[in-house]
């Protein structure tokens, strides 16, 4: 079946070490992207129509763009046209962090708009002030709403960045692939055991983190 | 008996439309005045303006013969010692029945916890609700997130309750749940100022009735009076379209 291979000198521990790589460049970048996309939500809710307007489109581009065209133009366009080097890590993160600032920004945006003025008001009427209004009301309200989103948006990180191979990164599918080209000629079935083990690593990444997103949904749903 | 509420010349508009037009009145310490008006003739903002939650743009708010800050960047604490219900369900959906009863009183009034929700134990007592003080909003119906919301206001102990229109959202069979709970209050002497739609009720709890219209107070009097033998056509206009007469 292919899964020998995998036993074979220390490749096991090469993909764990992919899968490793694949896990830190998503929590890099979603740390950043939670950080940002917060800031960046807030101002989507501004008054400002022209802030409004670029936001959206922002939002829009990091939509239609597929994430290996923006990965392309970061890590060889800016190289070239602005001469800055990027390493394929760090071009990665920025994409990454670009994509997921404005997923994370429309959660914020979304959840903000969605807590109805009445909350606001019964708050004043009971004498709290706007500060802790948003401590004890609102924003309480908003990370309910948001956790789960945003563990959602990890999963859908982690996945993603298998696209990263593309720019050179040696993550868990290109480790997978090298295995299976270094024993093409011994065992030439490697590829349904490597590529099996690889998917199992990718649902043992992401399934907890799932599990815990429908928990606290259900935790929280009002 | 000695004025509480007092309201001179008030002014409410938003842009051009002005909603309330040199409205004055005063509510007595006890009194429960029950306010009245077609949909859309400023009832909510009156209550609003007096709770401190819109900005006027003339007139003077006395609460106990100090004035009312209504300006939103300074309220001066005043607006607090009214309590307000509002029509729509405006519990907080994240905390229980108690965590919600118990949050103003120990951030904004500094009181210490195990006395409040002592408190709050016995005042969900009294409106039929202790056995749902772990339950959240969502869990409870209509009728009882009212009863939930008047005990919230309760607890802040103000001096004076505004209920603005707290049944119009309720299922029929929910309604008189909730306005039980308001009699009670006013028997116990409890200033209140209600807006509703409910005759009835009205004319069975109110000391007084203001019949609000274009922004006037176009006639005002005792219930009796104002139900039985209104002074103005507007009036009876207003009351005939609750009374259903077979042509
Ligand atoms: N925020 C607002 N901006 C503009 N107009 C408003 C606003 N709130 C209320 N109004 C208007 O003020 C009038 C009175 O509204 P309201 O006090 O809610 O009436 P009622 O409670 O008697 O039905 C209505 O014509 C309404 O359209
Ligand atoms: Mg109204």
């Given at each position: 079946m292919g899964f020998e291979v995998l036993f074979k000198g220390n490749n096991f521990i090469r993909l764990l070490g992919g899968l490793g790589l694949s896990l830190k460049i998503s929590l890099l970048s979603v740390i950043i992207s939670i950080v940002l996309g917060i800031l960046v939500g807030l101002l989507m809710t501004a008054k400002n129509s022209y802030v409004k307007l670029l936001l959206r489109t922002y939002l829009e581009i990091v939509r239609i763009m597929p994430q290996m065209v923006l990965l392309f133009l970061v890590y060889f366009g800016v190289a070239r046209a602005m001469g800055v080097h990027l390493s394929a890590e760090v071009s990665a993160v920025i994409v990454f962090s670009f994509w997921g600032t404005a997923e994370m920004a429309d959660l914020v945006r979304g959840a903000l708009t969605g807590i109805p003025a009445i909350q606001y008001e019964s708050s004043r009427a009971l004498g709290l002030t706007m500060v802790q209004t948003y401590r004890y009301v609102i924003l309480p309200q908003i990370v309910r709403r948001m956790i789960p989103l945003s563990i959602n948006l990890i999963t859908r990180m982690i996945k993603t960045t298998s696209l990263v191979m593309m720019i050179g990164i040696v993550e868990v599918l290109k480790v997978g692939q090298q295995i299976i080209e270094a024993n093409r000629k011994a065992s030439p079935n490697a590829a349904f055991g490597v590529f099996a083990t690889v998917l199992l690593l990718y649902f043992l990444a992401c399934w907890p983190i799932s599990c815990l997103a429908r928990y606290l949904e259900k935790k929280w749903e009002n | 008996m000695s004025e509480i509420v007092s309201v001179k010349n008030l002014c409410k508009r938003y842009d051009e439309l002005t909603?309330?037009?040199?409205i004055s009145f005063s509510v007595q310490k006890g009194e429960v005045v029950v306010i009245v008006g077609p949909?859309?003739?400023g009832k909510s903002t009156l209550l609003r303006c007096l709770n401190g939650l819109e900005e006027i743009q003339d007139g003077r708010i006395f609460l106990d013969g100090e004035k009312i800050e209504t300006n939103r960047n300074k309220t001066?604490?005043?607006?607090?010692?009214m309590g307000m219900v509002f029509q729509?369900?405006?519990?907080?959906?994240?905390?229980t029945i108690l965590q919600n009863l118990t949050l103003a009183p120990i951030i904004?009034?500094?009181?210490?916890r195990k006395e409040v929700e002592e408190e709050a134990l016995a005042l969900l007592e009294r409106v039929g609700l202790?056995?749902?003080?772990?339950?959240?909003?969502?869990?409870?119906s209509g009728g009882q997130k009212q009863r939930v919301a008047i005990v919230r206001a309760l607890i802040m102990h103000p001096e004076v309750l505004l209920l603005d229109?707290?049944?119009?959202?309720?299922d029929p069979e929910m309604v008189r749940e909730v306005l039980d709970v308001v009699l009670n209050l006013a028997r116990e002497g409890r200033t209140m100022l209600i807006v509703t739609h409910e005759m009835q009720f009205a004319r069975a709890v109110a000391d007084r009735m203001l019949f609000l219209e274009g922004g006037k107070i176009v006639e005002e009097g005792e219930p009796e009076e104002f139900f039985e033998?209104?002074?103005t056509e507007r009036l009876r206009q207003f009351l005939q379209t609750f009374t259903y007469i077979k042509e």
């Amino acid at each position: 079946m292919g899964f020998e291979v995998l036993f074979k000198g220390n490749n096991f521990i090469r993909l764990l070490g992919g899968l490793g790589l694949s896990l830190k460049i998503s929590l890099l970048s979603v740390i950043i992207s939670i950080v940002l996309g917060i800031l960046v939500g807030l101002l989507m809710t501004a008054k400002n129509s022209y802030v409004k307007l670029l936001l959206r489109t922002y939002l829009e581009i990091v939509r239609i763009m597929p994430q290996m065209v923006l990965l392309f133009l970061v890590y060889f366009g800016v190289a070239r046209a602005m001469g800055v080097h990027l390493s394929a890590e760090v071009s990665a993160v920025i994409v990454f962090s670009f994509w997921g600032t404005a997923e994370m920004a429309d959660l914020v945006r979304g959840a903000l708009t969605g807590i109805p003025a009445i909350q606001y008001e019964s708050s004043r009427a009971l004498g709290l002030t706007m500060v802790q209004t948003y401590r004890y009301v609102i924003l309480p309200q908003i990370v309910r709403r948001m956790i789960p989103l945003s563990i959602n948006l990890i999963t859908r990180m982690i996945k993603t960045t298998s696209l990263v191979m593309m720019i050179g990164i040696v993550e868990v599918l290109k480790v997978g692939q090298q295995i299976i080209e270094a024993n093409r000629k011994a065992s030439p079935n490697a590829a349904f055991g490597v590529f099996a083990t690889v998917l199992l690593l990718y649902f043992l990444a992401c399934w907890p983190i799932s599990c815990l997103a429908r928990y606290l949904e259900k935790k929280w749903e009002n | 008996m000695s004025e509480i509420v007092s309201v001179k010349n008030l002014c409410k508009r938003y842009d051009e439309l002005t909603v309330l037009d040199n409205i004055s009145f005063s509510v007595q310490k006890g009194e429960v005045v029950v306010i009245v008006g077609p949909s859309g003739c400023g009832k909510s903002t009156l209550l609003r303006c007096l709770n401190g939650l819109e900005e006027i743009q003339d007139g003077r708010i006395f609460l106990d013969g100090e004035k009312i800050e209504t300006n939103r960047n300074k309220t001066n604490g005043l607006c607090e010692r009214m309590g307000m219900v509002f029509q729509s369900y405006d519990l907080f959906p994240h905390k229980t029945i108690l965590q919600n009863l118990t949050l103003a009183p120990i951030i904004v009034k500094k009181r210490k916890r195990k006395e409040v929700e002592e408190e709050a134990l016995a005042l969900l007592e009294r409106v039929g609700l202790s056995s749902k003080k772990d339950s959240y909003p969502r869990q409870l119906s209509g009728g009882q997130k009212q009863r939930v919301a008047i005990v919230r206001a309760l607890i802040m102990h103000p001096e004076v309750l505004l209920l603005d229109e707290i049944t119009a959202a309720l299922d029929p069979e929910m309604v008189r749940e909730v306005l039980d709970v308001v009699l009670n209050l006013a028997r116990e002497g409890r200033t209140m100022l209600i807006v509703t739609h409910e005759m009835q009720f009205a004319r069975a709890v109110a000391d007084r009735m203001l019949f609000l219209e274009g922004g006037k107070i176009v006639e005002e009097g005792e219930p009796e009076e104002f139900f039985e033998h209104p002074k103005t056509e507007r009036l009876r206009q207003f009351l005939q379209t609750f009374t259903y007469i077979k042509e």
